[in-house]
């Protein structure tokens, strides 16, 4: 991903010295995907995530409990799946095809539901809903998005700040969700784990000078961004979370991704003769962290204010509902 200096603790101040391995005029140097002088750290709020989200669905099970809530078989008539796991069995195929409890119990738990968020005070369910998932099969490909895109991450930007990104990227997509989906529950960490996605886009575009091949990094970051965001305009799935999650991470990466500039880096390598740029941070990394700073408390004030006031956001935008869920005549969207 970046060029970088030689081994050294950037936060410390240590440096390699000229001629030993890895150091400067290595060819090693510029092929690293971790800049080799920065701290790696050892990511363990993300592993926390991850046990946290399979207990989570582990106790909704276990409330749920299917076989002892409707007899042998579910509220519409269906056996209960995997009945030999007996309280923790999933609701029948008919009711929950992603193998999970019923929408009673995940309500009951915490889900995102936009009337007891507005008419009962209950902006608790923001934060909750997070950490929820509808079934095996969706905690799955949340969990394995969260190792693929977070480990990585949390190795070089460190937990608390990658912790904050999840967390409030992830709220951010409760809240425009519930500005649009109004007769619909919200489940699932797909908001905290797009804002991972966003935070990666503006960590691109901030640290962009340590970048050694620019075009494919912004290129690949795109592609996969381009696969994801468009699954939700499938029916039954909460775009708007997705959406919500990533404009917040992207906002926040300018913020919290902020990365010394290579000239920076260089000046711990470079012989004594030779002339370095004393600025850690460039002036249009400092730009970008102020408008995204205004931008972040602009857009949480406003939802948020718009979102406990009862606004219905449909009425404002009368297309938006498109970016959840496109009508084809294979299947309709209700809202």
Known sequence: MAAAAGRYDVEKGGRKREGEEGGYGSPAVAQYPQREGEREWVPWVVPAILVANVVVFAVAMYVN???????????RGGACVAGFLRRF?????????????????LQKMGALVRDKVVHEHQGWRLVTCIWLHAGVVHLLANMLSLVLIGLRLEQQFGYMRIGIIYLVSGIGGSVLSSLFIRNSISVGASGA???????????????????????????????????????????????????????????LGFIFLMRPHYGWMQRYVLP??????????????????????????IGFAVGLS???????ANERCHWCHYLSCIPTSRWTCGN
């Open 193 to 251: 784990l797009f804002g991972l996605l966003g935070a990666m886009l503006s960590e691109l575009f901030t640290n962009w000078t340590i970048y050694t091949n620019k075009a494919a990094a912004l290129v690949t970051l795109l592609i996969v961004i381009a696969i994801n965001l468009p699954i939700g305009i499938l029916p039954h799935v909460d775009n708007f979370a997705h959406i919500g999650g990533f404009l917040t991470g992207f906002l």
């Open 272 to 297: 004594s003769s030779v002339k370095y740029t004393t600025k850690k941070y460039l002036a249009y990394q400092w730009i970008l962290l102020v408008v995204a700073s205004v931008l972040a408390v």
């Open 306 to 312: 718009m979102l406990f006031r009862g606004v219905n």
């Open 65 to 75: 409990n299917c076989p002892g809530s409707h007899g042998s078989r579910g509220r």
């Open 89 to 105: 069995s999933f609701q029948p195929l008919s009711e929950n095809p992603l193998l999970g409890p019923s929408s009673a119990t």
